[in-house]
């Protein structure tokens, strides 16, 4: 693997970090990560670790709020003005930011994919080469865009929303806030179209 040119070997090491972090399988598994770079991240970092998050919002009253936090990498679930829960998050990185400022959710689909982002997989759905941009990657002969997996997508401004996804332990998104799997859920089922987001440096 080591006399493979730069290129092929990150492909080759994104196809098994994805695998091994999704539960084993390669059918449309990605895992959304495009920011690694092996050499520098710690072992530690490269499992979907998350011993901040918490939810005490079921039975609150009040109108919801959302504050993303970008420099404590945390979402603040508010009702009515109290806090109801918080999720740890991956945002955007350096060279992908995620836009700050006051928006709404303006869009909710749970079962989203993306349409930059994914794998080049063939016929039966086995992934020929993962972790693409489809801006810049050419598909193989016989091989097929697959999207990343964005589910519980809450957008609040152009392409960026909420959704589940990795999370490595810093920004390393495309813009895009992830949150584990059963936050996402949670907040996804507790926000509306309307609810504001604000997005703080």
């Not at 092996?38 to 530690?44: G, N, Y």
């Not at 009253?61 to 998050?89: E, W």
């Not at 993962?130 to 990657?137: C, F, G, L, R, V």
Request: aromatic content about 10%.
């Amino acid at each position: 693997m080591r006399d493979l040119p730069p290129r092929l070997l990150c492909l080759a090491l994104a196809a098994l970090l994805s695998s091994c972090v999704s539960g084993g399988g390669s059918r449309g598994q990605t895992q959304y990560l495009e920011a690694f770079d092996p050499a520098t991240v710690p072992h530690s970092a490269l499992y979907n670790q998350d011993q901040d998050s918490y939810w005490d919002g079921d039975g609150m009253a009040g109108a919801p709020s959302v504050i993303i936090d970008i420099s404590d990498q945390k979402a603040y679930f508010y009702k009515g003005g109290a806090i109801a829960g918080v999720s740890a998050l991956s945002t955007g990185d350096e060279k992908h930011p995620t836009p700050t400022g006051s928006f709404k959710v303006i869009q909710k689909d749970q079962w989203h994919k993306s349409n930059l982002y994914g794998d080049f997989v063939d016929a039966t759905g086995q992934v020929v080469v993962a972790n693409i941009d489809i801006t810049k990657d050419k598909p193989p002969a016989g091989t097929r865009f697959e999207g990343s997996k964005m589910h519980h997508f809450m957008r609040f401004t152009g392409g960026t929303g909420m959704h589940e996804g990795f999370l490595p332990g810093y920004p390393a998104s495309h813009g895009c806030v992830r949150m584990p799997g059963h936050m996402a859920a949670i907040f996804f089922n507790n926000v509306a179209v309307g609810t504001p987001v604000t997005v703080r440096p």
